[in-house]
Every structure is written in structure tokens, then in C-alpha cells.
């Protein structure tokens, strides 16, 4: 958007059809602060079909988030800025329009849950439902009122009807929630970024509200963008997923094989960082180290402080996603040897 | 935490019965439950109710009194019914009867007050709100703006001001406001800074609001009760700087009085005549104290965090 395109040669990580309701490509995003740049997103890429579901995992701070509101394009600027990529939005390019046609799309055809407390305390919810219909639709209020009170049936929020006009603290954290979610849902948009929609829930109500999900994206047959760091949500609720790491994609795929057989690193340290049911283990094995300063990001791959496998070219050569498999990919120099090397074992 | 299996939607036609809503408790009912256990709150409601009939209706009842001169009943004192009813409250310097002094004054009192502080609060919390949400540069301007209002006394202010301009009504009303409206654009603006980075702007922006629909519907509401509680403070404050500039014969002109004007005109003869300041001070004070404790119960009646 700011000019300074530097032309990533097409590799191949998105393919070219149109099919998809949304294509973003060599996304880029910094914060320009006062001690410096920070590179927040560095040529991110990845497309979501219609009826999918695609997860975007990482640590805290590794741009997750920061890519999800650049392609709804409510970053504030400044001190972000979009320095290039393309964000597809059913053909249309979100980035190269002015913010007042990307106002309207904006819940009308892609919307997003955030994590709790996504609403306003002084309003009742069927009022912050209704809003999305009258000022979208121009519904007239008391018709506009009759859907929000619909819709929060439909999310399932029992005897929603008496419910319309209380307000978001008297209700539970899992309630609210599907209120949110109602809120996102009203205009049946084609694309819906739910940015770790279950973060504050507790275990049975994170299941209920991924079932929500899932049930509202085969009626509507939205796409879903599953922004978390919970690998054990990405198994279950996904299809595909990116993981991404100092705000750069370092594997994507299929979700099961990617998970049957990491591609990078990076995805292996955080699967084993996560906890097992079915073996005690005295303690994790985290990821040594810490994340990247965005502001300084290391030379070569931005990993290679961290990984395990790193060698002497990790440090200096350039990386770029390559194609590891059928719709595979991975930005590690040593995919395959580090596969041989573990199959070996 | 109890929560049911989520329904099909055709489960959910069936259970839309009569898809009649549930009906919203008006404000007055809202406001009666929260009276009901309230002592105080309703002694101020009564407090109130009282001074704006009288300030209302007072005037037209007794106006002429008002300015009526009877030398021969200089200073009555007060509660004593041998002078008739229009003297219960006493006379002033001239033998005016003190209680139809009082009702024209709180005429022009109240309509001061009310006009200055809803014309500050409406003006100063919206620049505080706008120019908290903008920030940057817009902000910094403004708030050095304010940071120099505050540093120069607003009496003054209003002195210079209405030198220039002349006393009046309508120049005492915006003079008043003006002077204060740092207090209001300071506190929305800091308001506004906390409330701006709460998710649900962001969800509100993430769902195609824009700048205009975020900061009316999205923070005013939501700041307006620290704000409506800075006014009915600020409200007591108007009364005083009123009074302070009729003091100094730039407020209203006679034969117009003032609560304020009382004050001053009866501080010579407080030796003789306790009444002609102490009565004025006594509506000033039941006024300000009357509208803070109904501006709490508003508060609570309308909470919703």
C-alpha cells in the first residue's frame, strides 16, 4: 500500500485460481515507532476456501494477530503500516481500496470474533446485534431487534427472547461469546477471523463454542480463520493450518500431516511443547530461547537462534517457502535432511 | 456455569414462540426501584422537584414583589407572619419581600447554571472525546490548549471577556462555560484514551464501524457517566463563579438578580440582617447538593458495568 513493493518472486505459495474467498499475498506490515522499525509481518501468504477452515498458530508476538487485522485492514496507522501484499477478498483487493468501500465490507462480508469482551458494557446485546442490521441493512429497529433475538436463539443462548435487552455482565463468559459470535454471524459474511475466540473460556465451553463455529460455518459456509495457540483447538477444528513464526510463515499444510510429520523445526519444538494424556513426562521441552526481536530480526532464518538443526547457512542464506509436499510447504533450508535424519532414528 | 447443547436452527424456529420480545423496563420504573430503599435520593428528587416549580411558577406569582420598595419594611425578619405571607422570609434594604427576591433570583440562577454546564459539558467532552480518539498531533494541540486554560485563572478570564463584550445574559452563559470547559475536555479525553483500547472498539471497527459511529456510539455512552458526574459538580461551581462575577458587577444586570447577586448585595447589612446573605447561601448549597445526590442515583439506575 505505501509503494515499497520489493517484488518477492511468485513462488508458488498461493496457487493463482480465483476460487478462493480470500487470497493474501506477500503480506507486509511494520510499526514504524520511535525506537525503531518493527517487522511486524514479513511476506505473509495464504488463501482460505469457501466452507474451510484454516488455523494460524504461533507464540505470542509472532504476528498472528497483527495479520488478521491488516487484512480487515483496522490496524491503527500510525503507527502500522500495510507495505505491501495483496488481500483478496472474494477477487476484490482489500488493500487497493479506499477504507470507506473496506468499511462496508467489513462485517457484511468479513468479520471477526475477537476474544472475549468483545462488547460494549452500556448496551444491552440484542441492541449491539440489532446495530449490524440497521446500520448495515438499514433495518428499521423493532424488525432489526426481532432478528437479533432470532440469532441469539440460533447461537444457542436459551430463551433468548427474554434475553435481547440484558446486558453483556449479565451474562457468562461462554454466553457472551455466542454473543459475539451472533454479532459477527448477523450478515452471514463470507469470511470470518475468529482471533483466539476461546482464550478465556474454560475446557467444556471452548468445545461448545468450536461446535458453534463449525455448526455455523456449514449452514453459511463461511470461511474460517482460526487465529490461536492451541495446537490441540488446531487439531480438532482445522482444516489447514499456517504456522508463523517472527511474523513469517515457516510451514503450512494439511493440517493431520503436518502434525504426523512437521516440516520445520519450529512446528516440532511446539508440538512438544505442549503437554500429553497418555505419557508423564517430568517436564516440557520447551523451545530454548525466546522470540526474535522484530525490531532486529535475525540474518537467514529468523529461527536459527532457536532450532535445534541450525548449521552454519542457516544463519546467512536467505529463506524461502519451498514446496515440501502435495499443498506443503516449509521455509526450512534443511527440510529434508532433518526428515531423513529423524526417519533414521 | 451452565450451558445447554447448542440447537439446530430448525430447532430454533420451533421454539420461537409468539417471537415476542422481552420488554425493556422503562427508565421511571428502573428509577422507582432504585428510590424505593433511598432516603436520601428521594428527600433530593422531593428537593428538586421543589425549586424548579418555584423557580417556574414563583416568579409569575410574584413578581411584581420582587421589586416593589416598601421603606417601611426594611429589614423583617424573617418567619414572622405579622407582615402578611409575601414577607415570611423577610424583606431586604428597600422592604422587598425576601421570598419573592429568592424565586426571581433562582429563575435566573438555575438558568444560568443548567445552560453553562450543559453548554460546557456538551462541547468540552466532545472535543475531549474526538480528540482522544484522533490523538497525534490534534491532541497535543488541544491539550496544550487546555493546559494553558487552566493555567490562567477562569475568573479573570471571564472578566476580561465580558469587559470586552459587555454583561448580559447570553455573554455571562457562554463566558461561564468557556471558562470551565478544560475541566470537561481533560477528563473525556482520559476516558476516552482508556476506553478507545477496549476490544469492543476494535470488534466495532472489525465489523465496519466507522471513526464517527465509534466515537458516538461506542465511547460516549460509555464515558458519559464519569462526565455527568464532573457536571453536576461543576454545577455548584457555575452558581459560585456567577455570583462572584455579579459580585464585581459583570454578571447580571439589575433589575435581573441572581442567588449570587443576593449574596453580595446582603453581605453589607450581614450585622443586621443575617437573612438577606444567609438565605441565598442556603439555596446554593441545598441546589448543588440536591442535583449530586440525584445525579447518583441516575448513575446507579441506569449501571449497567
Known sequence: ????????????????????????????????????????????????????????VGESGSGKSVAAYA?????????????????????????????????????????????????????????????????????????????AGELMDRVGIPSARQRVNDHP??????????????????????????????TALDVTVQAQIMALLAEMQQQTGMGLIL????????????DRLVVMYAGRECETGGVEEVFRNPGH??????????????????????????LADLMNVPTGCPFHPRCPFAEQRCTTE???????????????????????????? | MQEPVITTIGAAETATDGSTLMRRDRFSVRLRHVLRRDRLGQLALVIIVVIVIAAV?????????????????????????????????????????????????????????????????LIGSL????????????????????????????????????????????????????????????????????????????????????PIRIVLTQIVPVIAASVVSLATLEFALVILSESALSFLGLGVQQPDITWGGLIAEGRNYLRDAWWVALLPGLAITLTAVAVNVMADVVRRTTQTD
Open chain 1, 1 to 56: 500500500m505505501m509503494g515499497q513493493l520489493e517484488k518477492p518472486a511468485d513462488d508458488g505459495c498461493t496457487s493463482t485460481t480465483d476460487t478462493h474467498v480470500l487470497d493474501v499475498k506477500d503480506l507486509a506490515v511494520e510499526f514504524r515507532l520511535r525506537t525503531g522499525v518493527v517487522h511486524a509481518v514479513a511476506g505473509l501468504s495464504y488463501f482460505l476456501d469457501k466452507g474451510e477452515t484454516l488455523a494460524i
Open chain 1, 71 to 147: 487484512v480487515l485492514g483496522i490496524l491503527t496507522t500510525p503507527p502500522a503500516f500495510v507495505t505491501g501484499g495483496r488481500v483478496l477478498l472474494q477477487g476484490r483487493d482489500l488493500l487497493a481500496m479506499s477504507e470507506n468501500q473496506r468499511r462496508r465490507l467489513r462485517g457484511n462480508e468479513i468479520a471477526m470474533v475477537a476474544q472475549n469482551a468483545s462488547l460494549n458494557p452500556v448496551f444491552s446485546v440484542g441492541w449491539q446485534i440489532a446495530e449490524q442490521f440497521r446500520v448495515h441493512r438499514g433495518t428499521p429497529r423493532r424488525e432489526a431487534m426481532q432478528l
Open chain 1, 169 to 198: 455482565h449479565q451474562f457468562s463468559g461462554g454466553m457472551r461469546q455466542r454473543v459475539a459470535i451472533a454479532m459477527a454471524m448477523a450478515l452471514e459474511p463470507a469470511v470470518l477471523i475468529a482471533d483466539e475466540p476461546t
Open chain 1, 227 to 238: 487465529i490461536t495457540h492451541d495446537l490441540g483447538l488446531v487439531s480438532e477444528a482445522a
Open chain 1, 265 to 290: 523445526p519450529y512446528t516440532r519444538g511446539l508440538m512438544k511443547s505442549i503437554p500429553h494424556m497418555d505419557r508423564k513426562q517430568a517436564r516440557l521441552e520447551p523451545i530454548g530461547g525466546s
Open chain 1, 318 to 345: 536467505p529463506v524461502k517457502l519451498q514446496e515440501i509436499g502435495p499443498g506443503r510447504m516449509s521455509s526450512c533450508l534443511r527440510v529434508n535432511e532433518i526428515r531423513e535424519q529423524l526417519d533414521g532414528e
Open chain 2, 57 to 121: 411558577f414563583g416568579p409569575l406569582m410574584m413578581g411584581d414583589a420582587a421589586t416593589q420598595a416598601d421603606l417601611g419594611k426594611r429589614f423583617v425578619a424573617p418567619f414572622n407572619p405579622d407582615h402578611g405571607a409575601a414577607y415570611i422570609l423577610g424583606s431586604d434594604a428597600l422592604g422587598r419581600s425576601f421570598l419573592a427576591r429568592l424565586l426571581v433570583a433562582a429563575r435566573t440562577t438555575l438558568i444560568i447554571a443548567v445552560l453553562a454546564v450543559v453548554v460546557a459539558t
Open chain 2, 127 to 210: 472535543i475531549g472525546t474526538v480528540v482522544g480518539y484522533i490523538g497525534g498531533r490534534v491532541d497535543a494541540y488541544v491539550m496544550r490548549i487546555a493546559d494553558v486554560m487552566q493555567a490562567f485563572p477562569s475568573l479573570l478570564l471571564a472578566l476580561i471577556i465580558l469587559y470586552t463584550v459587555g454583561p448580559g445574559l447570553a455573554p455571562l452563559i457562554i463566558v461561564l462555560a468557556v471558562a470551565r470547559m478544560e475541566v470537561y475536555v481533560r477528563v473525556a479525553r482520559a476516558e476516552t484514551l482508556a476506553v478507545r483500547e477496549r476490544l469492543f472498539v476494535t470488534a466495532a471497527r472489525a465489523l465496519g464501524a466507522g
